[in-house]
């Protein structure tokens, strides 16, 4: 008998408590450190990136779970003492944003520095790939930022004071660009 797929599930209502059990309202202490929420090590600079999810009709998605790979400044993906390329965050209960303290990314290979975000949300069936970049970098040498053509725009974050803040439209007219991985 052939083994066959599994359906798939929205991440539910639960993503929380399995991903990002401090937000649901459960004890650190009992749950251990959660995962993912520190990138940078204490007392070197950062930046803040935040990333805010709306729906259809512009309005927060509030339990959704982001997670962001990336290159350090040098470009590299190998992880070190002083800079983990991964994070995780839920988006706030309230506003929707989920606030990740982080370094920019340097560019690697012709790829132009860009962080890779995948979320998952109730009401999302497989999770969501795209990616985020700055814009005061040259991104039309990106063949992936390419991909994107006339539509590129909802991938190019906005410079903050203290760093980048980026929407992303999970349906509409301004819908970002999610890529099929």
């Not at 994107?148 to 004071?161: E, P």
Request: with cysteine; charged share 20%; net charge negative.
């Amino acid at each position: 008998m052939p083994l066959r797929e599994s359906p798939s599930q929205t991440a539910g209502p639960y993503v929380h408590i399995g991903c990002t059990p401090q937000i649901a309202g459960l004890d650190q202490r009992e749950m251990g450190s959660q995962l993912g929420t520190t990138m940078v090590s204490e007392g070197r600079d950062s930046l803040t990136l935040c990333i805010k999810l709306l729906d259809g009709d512009d309005a927060p998605v509030k339990d959704a779970l982001i997670e962001i790979w990336q290159a350090d400044p040098s470009g590299n993906y190998t992880p070190s003492d002083t800079f983990r390329n991964w994070g995780r965050q839920a988006s706030d209960l309230s506003t929707g944003i989920a606030r990740f303290e982080t370094l920019k990314p340097g560019r690697n290979g012709d790829q132009a520095p860009h962080i890779l975000v995948w979320l998952v949300a109730r009401g999302i069936n497989l999770g969501l790939t795209t990616r985020i970049y700055f814009p005061d970098e040259d991104n039309t040498s990106d063949p992936v930022f390419a991909l994107a053509g006339a539509r590129a725009d909802t991938l190019i974050a906005t410079q903050t004071v203290d760093g980048f803040e980026h929407i992303i439209r999970l349906q509409g007219g301004n819908e970002t660009v999610f890529f099929d991985v």
